[in-house]
């Protein structure tokens, strides 16, 4: 489907980035663009169609023998003589100073040209024995991120005048450490291997002195790569974690026309889609909020490039993501063929998603299908039990990504961990797959009052008493989690290896999969009598639900079945032996290698009776054969007289001062058969290990059941943990519009960085659609203003997630969306000022909120001038009070002139301020501020900033001088409204007594 490296940068960009960083070197820069330009023309001369001769004009100067790259280079064992030698830095010498000459390509040169014709896009990492290989371009990058050495061409690249490609080389073994470093720089690194060993050349290729066949078995980004290269473990490799930097990224395709937007996001490492279609505003806000939650590493954005090159870079500024693609706009007509195609042998599949989604949809589906294919993770669209809806706004709660980020959801905004945020509060998780579910249920807050209960209940449930299946349950995913065993990844690996015919999971990783999998359904068994008890005895449908699934689970056998194939003690062994010994063949006969296995024994039978002709030719009856390095079945005799022994015809594999190994005739010919039959043993276990896989993909679904059981009640157990600390009580939920009765409640997340409750002062609040329904808040700079709102926030959150809440009582009506504008920042990049980010975010939640929202302004004003910050916040909170949705609304401000809503609208806005205690000292200017942080009626004037400039450690004369000015400006003001008094009783006594009263009144109350 679709072509090849289409909207795919260039990997030349890469370096011209890293290379303009460095400082003054521009000179580098330069040489090394017309390096690439020279590159890219031979390519692209290659890619066009023109023969190998118009390829190789650019090439001149002959190799010398030494210098050719080909596979004769990798059997040089060591010699010094035949490398170049070594400069200062990071390079080697090897430029030849010989003039231009036209050069024939080595094959392998050929077959690199081949091969990165049709890869551009990509950094090429070239199996060469046993080593891997980057030349040319590709080289220069690795030799840089990885840091190794380079072995330059003319200039370190592919030009005129070189008289070899440039390249550098990575041990065979060591390939999966090099290849995530050079994935989390944001490269595409496409794997080629060599698909034969010499041995079955020598044996089954017409060609046995040609090239040997690569190709390319593997294609990786950072999202893309689920450890597939990574080396084989053994049995006592007791944990699986591994650098999972990447591992999880989703990746995201975007359909933007106008104001609708449809939106499909894919977690290659759990096979996870997530698809939504909205609407949305010129700024991206509804965007914006999914793309925080789903943090992609990856994005595709189909569309006209010029058109939608706003787009992309609000995307890149969200994300902070380079990685963007652009995919060109195709005819609805041509989106659905594409995805009929891709279903032709699961019709059902096809058509499920053809009626299901809407065309913006399914273009994103389409366009996903073909980018996944060359990673070969595509097959992920065949199950539909992964597929789920990111909003639902009749389940869940509605929360911009203004409001995720200014209540730190997943972020906190210190230095952007996790340490303090909502998330890490609640995360009690022990596994990798619970961890991911949880991360779900907080970015998405029910808004069903009997799904919250279920929640609630379920951890009452949970907590009730002592129950010996929890408990054990409780130890097996503690287990699980210091294990590292991800089993929803581990059983996607799984199905991408069966649909698509490649190993990405390896031998023990399969292993522990099954392995926990029946001791999970072997523990399910076991309490099957008291599960289903326990299961009449819950209030929580949610947790009957569960454990009904894991009735049904127990009854399977279907993975005891599948253990009973491996061979377990095979998994300390080595590679080879792992392969070979990883089934029992008693249960799991495979012919072909059976078939083998007879032959090599065979071999080595004969290969002992040669030992036994040898050792009566030689007189040695104890003579053994002696194995170095990787070279068996050698014959070693001491130097000297016992040389004059061997026959002439015996050949000499290597030696030492003090010895020789030879190999006879014989001997060599049976060898090279025994390394023929150990490759094709080999081939055959690989070959059986791939019809397994099938058998396990074909429970998929069953096992999938499996893990996701053990997800949910990792949450769950999760949330009891949280619950079941000091202080916290379960809410009561109520039918009535969004309403929240809190007595002394505490900010959850202060208290757990504190180090004890004790310290920290209890809030009540009280809000409710016809009493305090708009609370003014006023108070000190650092007063804990925001703290408390956020607070209330908060609490509201967990409350809805199923959580207990830290306070004495909690009586919570349901709320559909909280909207949070806080906090001062501007937006270089989208050419937004402080002042304008503000407004835009305060225009979206006007258009935005529900009678069932909360709505959190915090100085709303203040970016502007004091005369425009008064009036924009005395008319938006006027609007709040006065339109029809009536939310819940707290409104904290620096402007006490607001109080004046609290008498024109009694009961419904009530004035508050944080609670603060003066300390005058004998000679201070001004006096200390005390803070109280309790909520207290009533509105207060003074801001203390001058009390802020002291402890932020303002210089005293600053602050003095600022207070003088203070005052002087508070005098001013007093002097001016005196004037005016006294203007005015000027003015009546002038006046007839008649009206004397009336103004009389009003001057009184200028003066009050």
């Known amino acids: 489907m679709g072509t090849k490296n289409k909207g795919q940068p260039c990997i030349s960009e890469f370096f011209k980035k890293k290379e303009t960083n460095e400082n003054g070197d521009q000179k580098r820069q330069k040489t090394f663009t017309q ?105 220069v990058i690795a030799s840089k991120v990885l840091n190794i050495v380079l072995v330059p061409g003319e200039n370190n690249s592919c030009d005129t005048s070189s008289d070899r490609f440039a390249y550098c080389s990575i041990p065979d073994n060591r390939l999966h450490i090099h290849l995530r470093r050079l994935l989390s720089q944001g490269l595409k690194v496409g794997v080629v291997k060599q698909m034969e060993t010499a041995s079955i050349k020598s044996v089954e290729s017409d060609n046995k002195s040609g090239l040997f066949v690569r190709e390319m078995t593997g294609v990786y980004t950072k999202a893309t790569y689920l450890g597939d290269e990574d080396p084989p473990r053994n049995q006592n490799d007791i944990s699986m974690n591994e650098d999972d930097e990447g591992v999880g990224d989703y990746i995201v395709c975007i359909d933007a026309s106008d104001k609708k937007v449809g939106l499909v996001a894919v977690q290659p490492a759990t096979g996870d889609i997530i698809y939504d279609t909205f609407d949305d505003d010129s700024a991206r806000n509804e965007l914006e909020t999914r793309l925080i939650f789903l943090n992609p590493s990856e994005i595709l954005i189909i569309g006209d490039e010029e058109i939608d090159i706003g787009l992309k870079k609000i995307v890149k500024i969200i994300t902070k993501s380079g990685n963007v693609i652009n995919k060109k706009r195709k005819s609805e007509s041509d989106y659905r063929s594409s995805i ?70 997943f972020q906190n905004s210190t230095d952007y961990s996790t340490k303090g945020t909502l998330f890490w509060l609640l995360d009690y998780t022990k596994t990798k797959m ?90 399910f068994r076991s309490f099957s009598s008291q599960i289903a008890l326990f299961k009449d005895s819950v209030n929580s449908r949610l947790l009957a639900d569960i454990l009904q699934d894991v009735l049904d689970l127990s009854e399977s056998t279907v993975v005891e079945k599948l253990l009973k194939y491996i061979t377990p003690s095979a998994l300390d062994n080595n590679q080879f032996e792992q392969k070979v010994y990883f089934f029992n063949l008693q249960n799991y006969p495979d012919e072909g290698i059976l078939t083998e296995l007879e032959k090599i024994k065979d071999i080595e039978k004969k290969l002992d009776e040669e030992l036994d002709i040898i050792r009566v030719q030689l007189n040695r009856p104890h003579l053994n054969y002696v194995t170095n390095l990787k070279d068996a079945y050698l014959i070693e005799v001491r130097n000297g007289k016992m040389i004059n022994d061997i026959p002439s015809d015996w050949i000499k594999i290597n030696g030492t001062k003090t010895v020789s190994r030879f190999r006879s005739p014989e001997v060599t010919k049976l060898y090279k058969e025994l390394q023929y039959h150990n490759d094709a043993l080999l081939r055959n276990c690989d070959i059986a290990y791939g019809r397994f896989l099938k058998e396990v993909d074909e429970n998929y679904a069953s096992l999938k059941t499996l893990s996701d059981v053990i997800a949910k009640f990792d949450c769950l157990f999760s949330l009891c943990d949280l619950s079941s600390s000091y202080g916290y009580s379960k809410p009561s939920l109520t039918d009535s519009f969004s309403s929240i009765m809190i007595e002394k409640g505490r900010h959850p997340i202060i208290e757990k960085l504190g180090s004890s409750t004790q310290g920290y002062i209890a809030n009540d609040i009280r809000m409710s659609k016809d009493n305090n329904r708009v609370l003014i808040i006023t108070g000190p700079n650092m007063g804990g203003k925001s703290s408390y709102v956020k607070q209330v926030a908060l609490l509201i959150l967990m409350a809805q997630i199923g959580c207990y809440v830290p306070c004495d009582k909690a009586t919570i009506g349901i709320f559909d969306s909280i909207f949070v504008r806080m906090g001062a920042k501007d937006d270089i990049l989208r050419n937004k000022s402080t002042f304008m980010t503000e407004l835009q975010e305060c225009s979206n939640i006007i258009r935005s909120m529900t009678s069932r929202s909360l709505v959190i302004l915090d100085e709303l004003g203040r970016g502007t001038g004091t005369n425009d910050g008064i009036a924009i916040a005395f008319s938006v909170l006027n609007y709040l009070i006065e339109d029809s949705a009536k939310p819940l609304t707290l409104f904290i401000t620096h402007f006490p002139s607001l109080h004046v809503f609290e008498q024109n609208y009694i009961g419904i806005v009530s004035n508050y301020h944080m609670g603060y205690v003066e300390n005058y000292k004998k000679g201070q200017e001004f006096p200390e501020v005390l803070f109280l942080y309790n909520l207290v009626k009533g509105v207060v004037s003074k801001s203390y900033g001058l009390n802020v400039a002291n402890l932020a450690g303002i210089p005293n004369s600053i602050v003095r001088y600022a207070f003088q000015k203070a005052e002087d400006m508070r005098k001013e003001k007093e002097e001016l409204n005196l004037l005016k008094i006294i203007s005015k009783l000027k003015i009546v006594s002038q006046q007839s007594h008649d009206k004397s009263k009336a103004q009389l009144e009003e001057i009184f109350n200028s003066i009050q």
């Open 340 to 409: 009929n195609t891709f279903f032709s042998k699961s019709e059902d599949i096809g058509q499920y998603y053809l009626l299901k989604f809407a065309s913006n949809i399914l273009s994103c589906i389409s366009e996903l299908l073909d980018y996944l294919q060359e990673f070969k993770l595509s097959t992920m669209f065949l199950i539909k039990d992964n597929i789920s809806s990111f909003s639902n706004a009749k389940k869940y709660m509605h929360l911009p990504g203004s409001t995720l980020q200014a209540l730190e959801v």
């Open 434 to 523: 619970g961890k991911r579910l949880l991360k779900k249920w907080v970015a998405m807050p029910l808004v069903l009052r009997n799904l919250i209960q279920d929640r609630l209940d379920a951890i009452d449930d949970l907590s009730r008493g002592y129950n010996n299946f929890i408990d054990s349950l409780k130890n097996k995913i503690v287990k699980l989690g210091r294990a590292g065993l991800d089993l929803e990844k581990s059983l996607i690996k799984v199905h991408y290896s069966s649909s698509h015919n490649v190993s990405k999971i390896d031998k023990k990783e399969i292993y522990l999969l099954l392995l926990n999998l029946d001791e999970i359904s072997s523990l």
């Open 35 to 139: 390096n690439t330009e020279s590159i890219n023309s031979s390519l692209k001369a290659f890619e066009n169609g023109s023969s190998m001769q118009s390829v190789n004009k650019y090439r001149t100067t002959p190799l010398q023998g030494k210098h050719k790259i080909n596979d004769d280079e990798e059997q040089r064992q060591g010699n010094p003589s035949k490398r170049p030698k070594q400069q200062n830095g990071n390079h080697v010498i090897g430029n030849s100073k010989s003039k231009p000459d036209t050069r024939k390509l080595t094959p392998l040169e050929k077959q690199f040209l081949e091969l990165k014709a049709n890869n551009r896009d990509k950094i090429l990492a070239i199996q060469v024995g046993y080593k891997y290989k980057f030349f040319c371009e590709d080289a």
